[in-house]
């Protein structure tokens, strides 16, 4: 059974950091885009970051430069780096993977499998 689990939430001061990661298991994402999104309470599920299955990676305007997407295909894992976090970035952060490429992997209807989410806090 294909399952993605991330890992690695948490509550964190304002400028600080947290890493991100997310196991996949059950078969091999290594040729899929991998995609970091985020919902805040009471609002729509948001792209944060992707790569493709060449390491190209895709990010939000409102975290360029500040988050780093990153993937270890023999682990099957993908790595989300948020440095210099904001309070608002609080949300729940939801991992998946898609075969699609190019912008489409903005959207969460382009994505076939998704985590179960953990939770980033920061508080001001």
């Known amino acids: 059974q294909e399952q993605l689990v991330e890992s690695g939430g948490g509550l964190v001061q304002a400028g600080g950091s947290l890493r991100l990661s997310c196991a996949a298991s059950?078969?091999?994402?290594?040729?899929?885009?991998m995609g970091w999104f985020r919902q805040a309470p009471g609002k729509e599920r948001d792209f944060v970051a992707s790569?493709?299955?060449?390491?190209?990676?895709r990010y939000q305007d409102s975290v360029k430069g500040r988050f780093t997407i990153s993937r270890d295909s023999a682990k099957n894992t993908v790595y989300l780096q948020m440095d210099s976090l904001k309070p608002e970035d609080t949300a729940v952060y939801y991992c998946?993977?898609?075969?699609?490429?190019?912008?489409?992997?903005?959207?969460?209807?382009?994505?076939?499998?998704w985590g179960q989410g953990t939770q980033v806090t920061v508080s001001s």
């Open positions: 059950g078969r091999t994402f290594r040729g899929d885009t």
């Open positions: 790569i493709s299955w060449n390491d190209s990676p």
């Open positions: 998946a993977s898609s075969s699609w490429s190019g912008s489409a992997v903005t959207r969460t209807h382009a994505y076939d499998y």
